[in-house]
């Protein structure tokens, strides 16, 4: 034996899932493994159903010799399920592994109901879902899920979550492998779980912004979060904490949902702003309300959008200074010209000027589908991991 450990099956996967070695023969080289061991590995991912030969055809080898069959990774062999919760409202999707959505549904599912309640109805849409995509069951590998509160990723748990009373701590995976399992038939599958604002972030870096190694995304609705991926992973903080800006006191008297006073999403969130409304005596109750009005350019809802931006651009002069990223997107029920406006106006007010010379504000891309892209792409970037293929592989008998 040697001291450096060889390259296994799920490095090969890896390698040829990336575009980096995708013949035998680039895999040889990129790996030092023998022909045959290469043979004997990819035997076992071909048996898998995870690999296939190009539809390209042989290209030349960088090894010389005869032409090379190209190899791909085969994305036809299973789907994902992903979920996206809003306080009132969610959606949910059958995707296949490449990220494309097959079918989809959104509707009134209030997380006041509880895990238990609302769990149960996603197994349902799931399992209708997988009906309308004319999937079968047994060909999910695993399930996505983003909620709205700071997620504990060892666990899967929510932990304090102000906009989730009856979550904390709640056992999420468990009961939604459950509800799948009970509507549809099928075995249990893996379930991912992570805050939206991390999920949705991570949907548009990978999709839109794939060369950005510093991507912040600001979700501003019924509450305001962040996330932040960098060098094309999440980063989470120490537990799940990360990007948790809604709750930065900035000062002002209001009563946040946290249960502290003067929170930066007691005053600048699209809930925020639905209250002030409603006092003024326009009807708004929540962030997508206030969305409508937007859209409808009600002047007092786009006055009241506009100063939350300058409020949260306050707040992102420091974050900008701190991560010093490439792009920052704003996103959620508020996200439209009033609010970046505003956003724009303080921010570089505030903001070193070193620090937003290379920076990029945005609008979302995928709108709505974010977090459910970035939901199924946490689960097949886990499933394929390298050292996951071999769990996998041997738990396949192979
Ligand atoms: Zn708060």
Redesign the pocket.
């Known amino acids: 034996m040697t001291g450096r450990s060889q390259a296994s099956a799920g490095d090969l996967l890896e390698l040829v899932r990336s575009g980096r070695a995708t013949t035998r023969g680039a895999l040889q080289q990129a790996t030092g493994l023998s022909r045959a061991t290469v043979g004997q590995r990819l035997d076992r991912l071909f048996r898998a159903g995870w690999l296939r030969e190009g539809a390209g055809g042989p290209v030349d080898s960088p090894l010389g010799g005869r032409p090379s069959i190209t190899l791909e990774f085969d994305d036809e062999h299973a789907v994902v399920l992903a979920a996206d919760l809003d306080t009132r409202h969610a959606r949910a999707a059958v995707l296949k592994l490449t990220g494309e959505i097959l079918a989809e549904h959104g509707g009134t599912l209030v997380v006041e109901d509880g895990p238990d309640a609302v769990l149960g109805e996603l197994g349902r849409w799931f399992a209708e879902l997988l009906e309308k995509a004319g999937q079968r069951a047994e060909t999910v590998c695993g399930i996505g899920l983003a909620v709205p509160g700071p997620v504990d990723s060892e666990t899967g748990r929510v932990v304090q979550p ?1 906009m989730m009373p009856g979550w904390d701590g709640y056992d999420i995976r468990g009961r939604l492998a459950r509800a799948f399992t009970e509507h549809t038939g099928a075995g249990s599958v893996p379930v991912l779980v992570d805050n939206d604002a991390n999920l949705m972030a991570y949907g548009e870096q990978r999709t839109g912004y794939a060369d950005c190694s510093a991507f912040v995304l600001v979700k501003v609705s019924t509450g305001i979060g962040a996330g932040v991926v960098v060098d094309g992973s999440i980063y989470r903080g120490i537990d799940g904490g990360a990007g948790d800006i ?2 930065i006191r900035v000062g002002a008297e209001a009563l ?5 006073y003067g ?1 930066l ?2 005053v600048a969130s699209g809930g925020a702003v639905a209250r002030r409304l409603a006092e003024a005596g326009v009807p708004a109750a929540s962030g997508s309300d206030v969305r409508d009005l937007l859209a409808a350019g009600h002047p007092e809802a786009v006055g009241l959008a506009r100063e939350a931006g300058r409020q949260v651009g306050d707040v992102l002069a420091t974050v900008v200074t701190l991560l010093n990223p490439g792009v920052l997107m704003i996103a959620g029920d508020l996200a439209g010209t009033a609010f970046l406006t505003g956003v724009r106006e303080l921010l570089y007010q505030r903001a070193l000027p070193r620090s937003t010379a290379h920076l990029d504000v945005v609008t979302s891309r995928l709108g709505e589908r974010a977090g459910l892209v970035g939901a199924g792409a946490l689960v097949v970037e886990y499933l394929y991991a390298p050292e996951r293929v071999e769990e996998r592989l041997l738990a396949m008998g192979m």
């Open positions: 102000p809604g709750h946040c949902r946290c249960g502290s929170c999403a007691a």
